[in-house]
């Protein structure tokens, strides 16, 4: 199965369906599953960006946790991405949260997922830049 390691919090957000929408600087052409794997260190910025906004703290409020309480290092469960659309397309159909959790400025692609399982508890394993591949331990394909 592909995988994705993203930064903490955007990982679980983006997992758990509080954020729609994964922003990049590229186009990205996969459709299908990947799973979602949180990177293992969070980022100072991190820290900055959920102190400045306070959207994040309702969302973590909303999963019953704190930014700190983040798991990292772990696959987190698995979305479906069904649509990969330029920014300036979907900034005007997006709620303000939405718009508080990703980069839609000018140039960059939004990618629309569905979450298709939250695993009960994390899968510990390294991750990797980029698509990559990997092994669900619990048998699954």
């Known amino acids: ?21 994964e922003t990049r600087g590229h186009r990205l052409s996969y459709r299908g599953l990947v799973a979602v794997h949180a990177t293992a260190t969070l980022r100072p910025e991190a820290r900055e960006v959920v102190a400045e906004y ?8 909303d999963l019953g946790t704190t930014l700190l309480d983040l798991p990292l290092g772990a696959v987190l ?18 709620s303000d949260r939405e718009a508080t959790f990703g980069n839609y400025g000018p140039g960059r692609w ?16 390294k991750g990797a830049q980029g698509l990559w591949e990997w092994r669900d331990p619990r048998g699954n394909e």
């Open 1 to 21: 199965m592909k995988a994705w390691s993203l930064w903490q919090p955007w990982a679980t957000l983006w997992v758990s369906g509080l954020k729609q929408y």
């Open 54 to 61: 306070p959207e994040f703290e309702t969302a973590f409020d």
């Open 77 to 94: 469960g698995i979305v479906r991405i069904v649509d990969c659309e330029p920014t300036e397309a979907v900034i005007d159909r997006i």
């Open 110 to 125: 939004a990618y629309r997922a569905e979450t298709v399982e939250i695993f009960p508890e994390p899968i510990p394993c």
